[in-house]
C-alpha cells in the first residue's frame, strides 16, 4: 500500500512514516528537509506549489494520501483568514477532486475545535459548531472531504510525545528541572493525546480502509495545569511550582472552546486501541526519558 504523507517532516507526519508499520512511504516537507532513509521526500510549499503537488499525486497514484498539513496556530488563523482558507479548504478541495478521479482515500487529520466546547465529550454525531476561525476552516475541510464516502476524517487534539516538536511538554519539563515556576491555564480542558497512540490510531484505520470520522484521542479531558501537575508529579519536580491562571487572563485573538474534548469509544472499538490516560502517557514519557536527549534528562 502506497502512502502519501503530506506534511511528513511535521510532528504527526514525521511520527507516523517513522513508527507505522506500514512501510511504503512518500512524504513532503515545506522547509525543513526530513531525513527519512529509503524513503523519497519532496519539497512542496501549498498553496503556491499545488501543481508540484498534483503532478506527484497523478504520478505515484497513491492509495492513500494522509493530509497532516494544517496551521495549527489559532490565533495566527484567526488573523490571517485568506492564508488559513486557501490551506485548509480550497487545497482540500483541490485534493480531494484530484484523489477521486484516481481512487485514492484521504485520510485528513481534523481537530476538536471544530466544536463550541459548552458540553465536552463530544461523539462523532455531534453536529459541529467552532467559534474561532480555525474550526471553521476545519470544519469546511471535513465536509468536502466526506462528499467522497471512501475518505476518513481524523479528529484529534492536545498531542503530546517525546518529540522536540511537543512545545507545551518541553516547556514544562525545561521550567520544572531547573525550579521555575509556570502558569499554566486551569479553566479549558482538551483531550490529551499521546502522539504514539495517534500514530497507532492512523495507522490501524488506514489497515482497516475505514471511512467516515473517528475520534483518534486519549483518554483523559485535562486542562494544562493538570497536565502539567501530572508531569510535575511522574517526573518528580516541585508540583508547587505549577501555577493556575485563567484564560480570561491571557490576550488571545481566537476564541477558544472551554471543554471539546472527544469521546474515543467508536475508534477503541472498532480498532481494538486503548488509548492512554494522561497518567499512562507521562509514565511512558518518563520511563523512556533516558533517551530524550531533548528534554536533556
Request: hydrophobic content about 35%; proline content about 2%; charged content about 25%.
Amino acid at each position: 500500500m502506497k502512502i502519501l504523507v503530506l506534511g511528513g517532516s511535521g510532528l504527526v507526519g514525521e511520527h507516523f512514516t517513522t513508527n507505522s508499520k506500514l512501510n511504503d512511504f512518500i512524504t513532503t516537507y515545506k522547509n525543513n528537509e526530513t531525513n527519512f532513509s529509503n524513503i523519497s521526500s519532496v519539497k512542496i510549499n501549498l498553496p503556491q506549489d499545488w501543481s508540484k503537488l498534483e503532478e506527484l499525486i497523478l504520478k505515484e497514484k497513491p492509495d492513500v494520501v494522509l493530509n497532516s498539513i494544517a496551521y495549527s496556530n489559532s490565533d495566527f488563523c484567526e488573523t490571517n483568514r485568506e492564508e488559513t482558507y486557501t490551506l485548509h479548504v480550497k487545497i482540500s478541495e483541490k485534493i480531494t477532486t484530484l484523489c477521486s478521479k484516481i481512487n485514492s482515500k484521504i485520510v485528513f487529520l481534523s481537530t476538536d475545535y471544530v466544536f463550541d466546547g459548552k458540553k465536552g465529550n463530544y461523539t462523532e454525531n455531534d453536529k459541529p459548531n467552532p467559534i474561532n476561525y480555525y474550526g471553521h476552516t476545519k470544519d469546511l475541510a471535513e465536509k468536502i472531504i466526506l462528499k467522497n464516502e471512501n475518505n476518513l476524517v481524523l479528529r484529534t487534539a492536545m498531542v503530546y510525545g517525546s518529540s522536540s516538536k511537543v512545545r507545551f511538554l518541553r516547556y514544562v519539563i525545561e521550567n520544572l528541572k531547573k525550579d521555575q515556576e509556570i502558569n499554566t491555564y486551569d479553566d479549558i480542558f482538551n483531550s490529551a493525546t499521546l502522539l504514539d497512540d495517534l500514530t497507532n490510531g492512523i495507522s490501524k484505520a488506514i489497515e482497516f480502509d475505514a471511512s467516515g470520522i473517528y475520534h483518534i484521542v486519549g483518554s483523559s479531558c485535562v486542562s494544562r495545569f493538570d497536565f502539567a501537575k501530572t508531569v510535575a508529579k511522574i517526573f518528580n519536580f516541585n508540583e508547587n511550582l505549577v501555577k493556575p491562571v485563567s484564560i480570561l487572563s491571557a490576550k488571545l485573538k481566537a476564541q477558544r472552546p472551554i471543554n471539546p474534548c472527544l469521546n474515543n469509544s467508536k475508534a477503541s472499538k472498532t480498532f481494538g486501541i486503548k488509548f492512554s490516560s494522561i497518567n499512562e502517557g507521562i509514565k511512558q514519557i518518563y520511563e523512556r526519558r533516558s533517551d530524550l536527549d531533548i528534554f536533556n534528562i
